[in-house]
Structure formats: C-alpha cells, structure tokens
C-alpha cells in the first residue's frame, strides 16, 4: 500500500508538472503572437500603414523592436504629404491613435527619445503647438547628440520654430549641431537652411560649433545642391 500511495504521488507531481508546462508553452506562444502582430499588421505600402494605423489594429508588443516597428509606421504616416493634407475628420484617427501608441510607449521607457519624437510629430499633425514644444524638448533631453533622430526633430521644429517656446528653440539650435555632425542627418540642416530664411543666421552659428571638416562638409554640400551661398 505505501508504494502505491509513493507511486500515486509521483504521478500526481509529473501530472502537475506537465500542467504548468503546457501553460508556459500556451503563455509563451500568446506572448509571441502578440509581439509578432505588428510585423502582419502593417503593410508595406503607405496606404496600408494608413489603413492599420486609422483602425486601430497596429498595436506594439512590449519589445523594443516590435514598438519602434509601430513608432515607423506612424512617423511614415503623419510625416507623409498624403496625410498632411487630408481632411481633420479623416486625419483624427490616424493623430489620435500613433499619439497615445508613443505616449504608452514613452511612459513605459521614459529614455525613449524616439516615442517622444513621434509624439511632438502627432501634436504637430493637430495643430496642438504647446505639446509641441513640450515634446521635442523631451526627446532632445535624453538624446542629445544622437544625430539621426535630432536631424528628425530639425525637419520638425524648422518648420515650426516662431511656435516653439524659448527653451525649445534652444534645444532646436543644438540639435542642428548634433544633425549637421553626421552624413546621414546633415540634409535636414540643409534643407532647412534653403527653406527657412530667417534661420540661416543661426543654423551658421550651429554649424560653426563643429570642427572644421565638418564645416566645411556643411558649405560643400550646401553649394552642390543649390545656388544659395552661406
């Protein structure tokens, strides 16, 4: 009797064993589906990104990959002419959802520079120039010299520096620093430089922070690709 109730017990612990097993496994499959969404929910096309983004389908997982995916998509979408020109009514949508998208995204990492980026494009994309401001600043803060992502933050706040507060368009003048130290960001140094007029002063002043290589990589670049001389 006392080896049957061993063996029974032995059973019993192996029953239990192989429960939680298969729950691990049925949680680790749900947590790959749910990381895995955004790669099957966005498109590859802009009006696809469009349509996920507007239904509220494109949702980020918890991984940094799958959240910058769905930061893409939104930055792809708002920045877009097509959708800069739309409608408010069909415009909504798409503002309102990639806005709480990186507000849930920078609350859950508050270093997320991109997420708070993505949030200063959704203010601009509703015309909320106060959140603006508030949001740039933000992603300057705590990625200061990360070039790609303060050339982004150029594009933007060029385009709406007389809106910006004074402690943002400080911030606008060192990212224009940071932007113009990198090949891959110096074009919206100089594409901000040819649009906007009265920034030229100060993107001049910007630039002469560099080293001179990088001067002059900026006035070389600068009068290949237009006749306006610095």
Known sequence: ???????????????????VGLLMLVASLALLVFEARPY????LRLDQKIAAISSGQLEPGLSFNSQTLVLDDCRQVLASVRVRVMAGADKAPLVNHCAAVSR????????????????????????????????????????????WLAGLRVELAARYFDLLPDVAQAAYRSDLTAAAS??????AVLDAYRRYV???EMITVAVERLPAPMQSAFVSQLRSTSQVSP
């Not at 520079?113 to 992603?139: C, F, H, I, K, P």
């Open 1 to 19: 009797m006392k080896r049957e109730s061993n063996g029974g017990a032995s059973n019993l612990g192996a029953w239990c064993a192989a429960c």
């Open 40 to 43: 099957f929910t966005s498109g």
């Open 104 to 147: 849930a995204v920078a609350e859950r990492s508050p270093l997320n520079s991109y997420a708070r980026y993505v949030e200063a494009l959704a203010a601009a994309s509703s015309g909320q120039t106060g959140e603006l401001g508030e949001y740039l600043l933000a992603s300057q803060r705590t990625a200061p010299w990360e070039a």
């Open 182 to 187: 990198s090949n891959q960001s110096l074009p």
């Open 198 to 200: 009265p920034q030229r």
